[in-house]
């Protein structure tokens, strides 16, 4: 497709469970990003990869979340033993280059994770 | 760190009227500036943005300034539509070792009554 694809759409989980999230960039962006929104608030950053490798995971909250982009495309969010804080909408972008101000970053249109 | 406030909302306003929506930030260096809308139902788009002090970035009738004197870049139309009921955010990308790094503020909801 033209954007970025995350799926699902919609996630409802109890709690405790394990959740994974998927995001397919743009074809062509090296860059990959996964922001969380909370209710109420803008995104906050949680990890950004260059390629295959995460060139900054200084935003993931704890050690319950895990990202991958094995292939340098496709990414996975993962979460183990959800808690009813994780619930939020997971954004993802990519863009072309590396870094630079005239990089623009390309949203998808989230997953909505709700924990039960 | 880098942090964006801008204006609280919800805002409401009459089609053809004047719209502003303040934003400030804290960055060190020189940072990037955005607006971004997101419509109803739909992902985040980049809207408007400015990479030095006095750039104007505009876009669909929508302006903003980055004024490094006052930290600021403020959001205007002169004619809201309905169209443009939206949440929007005002972002930065820090310099240096962090300018791939979006800091939103937090989103003002518009709405626009016909």
């Known amino acids: 497709g033209a954007g970025v694809s995350q799926t699902p759409s919609n996630k409802v989980t109890e709690k405790g469970k394990y959740v994974e999230l998927r995001c397919d960039p743009i074809s062509g962006h090296t860059a990959l990003y996964w922001y969380r929104q909370s209710l109420g608030q803008g995104p906050e950053f949680l990890i950004y990869f260059q390629g295959t490798g995460a060139a900054d995971d200084s935003g993931l909250p704890n050690d319950r979340f895990f990202a991958v982009r094995p292939e340098g495309s496709v990414s996975t969010l993962k979460i183990q033993r959800t808690e009813r804080g994780d619930s939020a909408v997971y954004l993802c972008a990519s863009s072309l280059g590396d870094r630079g101000r005239n990089t623009e970053a390309f949203f998808g249109q989230g997953t909505r994770l709700t924990v039960v | ?114």
């Not at chain 2, 960055?27 to 809308?37: E, Q």
């Not at chain 2, 980049?46 to 006095?54: F, G, I, Q």
């Not at chain 2, 929508?62 to 009921?85: I, P």
């Open chain 2, 1 to 114: 760190g880098d942090s964006v406030t801008q204006m609280e909302g919800p805002v409401t306003l009459s089609e053809e009227a004047f719209l502003t929506i303040n934003c400030t930030y804290t960055a060190t260096g020189y940072p990037s500036l955005f607006w971004y809308v997101q419509y109803p139902g739909e992902g985040l788009q980049l809207l408007l943005k400015a990479t030095k002090a006095d750039d104007k970035g505009s876009n669909k009738g929508f302006e903003a300034t980055y004024r490094k004197e006052t930290t600021s870049f403020h959001l205007e139309k002169g004619s809201v539509q309905v169209s443009d009921s939206a949440v929007y955010f005002c972002a930065l990308f820090g310099s240096g070792g962090s300018n791939y790094k979006l800091t939103f503020g937090k989103g003002t909801l518009l709405t626009v009554n016909p």
